[in-house]
């Protein structure tokens, strides 16, 4: 515990030291600072292998974001509230945990070559013993959902619908199905409605981990 936050002072240091190079390299809300952020990079996986970042401008003229999280992975939550909860008073920057929900929720994703549109999904959800368990449906669903930029898509759509921490935390099971040709008809809703839905059953959830199926 010492060790993990010496390196954790260490980062921040290295942060008060470099990022105004950082900022300088921005280019249509664009870090161009590649070692840097290598460097960054290096330093958070010294901490916990699961340790994400990445910088936003807020609302387009804003203080920047750099946000932290930990790719999916609760057993790291803890990790990335302790590294913010550490971190120093620096102009023009703040430091976030995790993605938050995003207003309004793009309609469309650009990922590459691929533009994947939010209405193209649809969502299942249910409690069992205080558990929620969320289920994805999609046309012509892929037999390798890693090879699938609609899948990474998705994970953006959620956290922009319910926030990164909900979907670590709450989110017992996510599941992916293929869309049925009547989804009404079996009780499916759009996924653009998921935020609605799940804040009217948020309190009825316990906080748990996230596994993929």
């Not at 102009?91 to 209405?119: S, T």
Request: hydrophobic share 35%; aromatic share 10%.
């Amino acid at each position: 515990m010492i060790k993990s936050r010496e390196k954790i002072q260490g980062f921040w240091q290295q942060v008060e030291q470099t990022i105004d190079r950082v900022l300088d390299s921005e280019s249509n809300n664009q870090f161009d600072a590649e070692s840097l952020l290598l460097e960054y990079s290096e330093s958070l996986r010294s901490i916990d292998s699961n340790l994400t970042f990445h910088f936003e401008r807020e609302d387009g003229e804003g203080s920047v974001e750099m946000i932290f999280g930990c790719d999916g992975y609760p057993e790291s939550i803890s990790t990335v509230l302790s590294l913010v909860g550490a971190a120093p008073d620096i102009g023009g920057v703040r430091f976030v945990a995790f993605n938050h929900r995003y207003d309004p929720v793009p309609g469309c994703i650009n990922l590459g070559d691929d533009q994947v549109e939010l209405n193209e999904f649809w969502f299942g959800m249910r409690l069992e013993g205080r558990r929620c368990h969320l289920d994805i449906y999609m046309q012509d669903m892929p037999k390798n959902l890693e090879l699938e930029p609609r899948v990474e898509a998705v994970m953006i759509y959620l956290d922009a619908l319910i926030g990164e921490y909900d979907l670590m935390t709450r989110v017992s099971t996510l599941d992916w199905f293929s869309l049925p040709a009547d989804p009404l008809d079996y009780g499916l809703k759009p996924l653009s409605g998921l935020r609605d839905y799940f804040d009217q059953l948020r309190d009825q959830i316990d906080l748990i981990g996230l596994t993929y199926h």
